[in-house]
């Protein structure tokens, strides 16, 4: 209940919790390893950017593709054993990039990677949304997105660890997740029983979870844009490359530090009231980039926070969706919600580069408008919260 602090299970109680998150880190990690690998494999073998996009495109079309039949699948397999075949899929399908005659198969078996980590990546976070009580919803959901954040994080620097020479690190990318399915069969993983959505077309959970799918859309369209132009928009500004590396660096960092706290505190609270703070911070947060930037012992703590809150958006918009809807329902919610981070990560950069065009600060106005408008929908929408 909102204001009483009630404990979390006990360990043994949170095994399948603890699994669970933890494929949170082994998605990030294949993430985070796998995309500079096939990036700098092309690149090495002569091919330009065209074809290098092309191909790191091929992983958004699998996960578009499955999406509309993550319902069904679950229906029909049952979360662990869908799970489960992803995991084994993925790790075969990872061992057959290096064994390509040619750089034409990775295409193909890039589209059937983004299915399988799409299978992974919706079906593990809709089992864990199902499994936590609602006292403690807001801070698993954020453990979940911090530990995925920190595996993206890690996974390149696992990849210097492998080299990037030879079969090694494909075939260590495809052990961790041939590892995760080991774990994901273990006698304490028992998964909800399969149950269909309620709702026979995918469409129609647009209107009864719209904040849950506004704020994927939106988290995507801005994640993309800031990873990609925030350090050049800081550059712009006066800042030398290296500081405004490390200034995304401590950008993404307040995403990982501040998404548990933030979601223990929409535990305890009201969780539409969480949102629109956040979404509030993020607005005017994005509005003061202009003038941080001007003063670097400013834009630090600034860019900390702003990630950190806009991050939590996701997370807590997540939690409140997984204590309204269950089963079939809140899958299909999930689904709903890759397409739309599907769709944003193809908008937001793309529009992001023309505001930047358009208006010296067009990424902070963009930035802002997005999270000014978020802001209306739990102000407006009090039933979908």
């Known amino acids: 209940m909102p204001g009483h602090a009630t404990p979390l299970p006990s360990p ?9 998150t933890c494929l949170g880190l082994v998605f990030g990690l294949v993430m985070g390893l796998g995309a500079p690998l096939f990036t700098l494999d092309l690149t090495e073998k002569g091919y330009g950017t065209a074809i290098v996009a092309a191909n790191s495109m091929m992983h958004a079309v699998g996960a578009l593709a499955i ?53 992974i990546l919706v079906l593990s ?41 030879g079969k090694l690190p ?51 369209m801005l994640d993309g844009a800031a990873t990609s132009f925030l350090a050049l928009y800081a550059m712009h500004s006066g800042w030398s490359e290296h500081a405004a590396t490390l200034l995304l660096s401590v950008m993404l960092l307040g995403a990982t530090a501040m998404q548990v706290p933030i979601g223990w505190v929409s535990d305890r609270t009201n969780r539409r009231t969480v949102m629109i703070v ?37 997370s807590v918009a997540m939690a409140a969706a997984g204590n309204r809807y269950h089963d079939g329902d809140l899958v299909a919610i999930y689904a709903l919600c890759s397409l739309a981070w599907g769709i944003g990560s193809f908008t937001g950069p793309a529009i992001s580069a023309a ?30 919260v």
């Open 12 to 20: 043994i109680q949170m095994r399948p919790t603890l699994s669970l």
């Open 67 to 119: 999406a509309p039949f993550m319902p069904r699948l679950a229906v029909r397999l049952g979360p662990q054993r869908a799970i489960f075949l992803a995991l084994v899929g993925g790790g075969v399908t990872l061992l057959l990039f290096p064994f390509s005659a040619s750089i034409w198969p990775w295409f193909p078996l890039r589209i059937l990677l983004g299915a399988f980590c799409e299978v």
């Open 125 to 165: 976070e809709s089992w864990l949304n199902q499994i936590t009580d609602n006292h403690a919803r807001g801070r698993v959901m954020g453990l979940y997105s911090t530990l995925l954040s920190v595996g993206i994080a890690i996974g390149p620097a696992l990849l210097s660890l492998t080299g990037r020479q």
């Open 170 to 220: 494909f075939i260590g990318t495809a052990a961790i997740l041939l590892l995760a399915a080991v774990l994901i069969r273990a006698p304490w993983m028992v998964s909800p029983p399969p149950a269909p959505p309620t709702q026979h077309r995918l469409r129609r959970y647009l209107l009864l979870a719209p904040i849950a799918i506004t704020a994927t859309l939106l988290i995507a």
């Open 278 to 314: 956040l979404s509030i911070l993020a607005c005017g947060g994005a509005l003061l980039w202009p003038v941080a930037l001007r003063h670097p012992a400013l834009a630090y703590p600034l860019l900390f926070v702003w990630d950190g809150a806009f991050a939590s958006m996701y």
């Open 355 to 384: 505001a930047m065009q358009a208006s010296p600060h067009g990424l902070a106005l963009f930035a802002a408008t997005l999270c000014g408008l978020f802001t209306l929908l739990p102000l407006f929408l009090k039933k979908s």
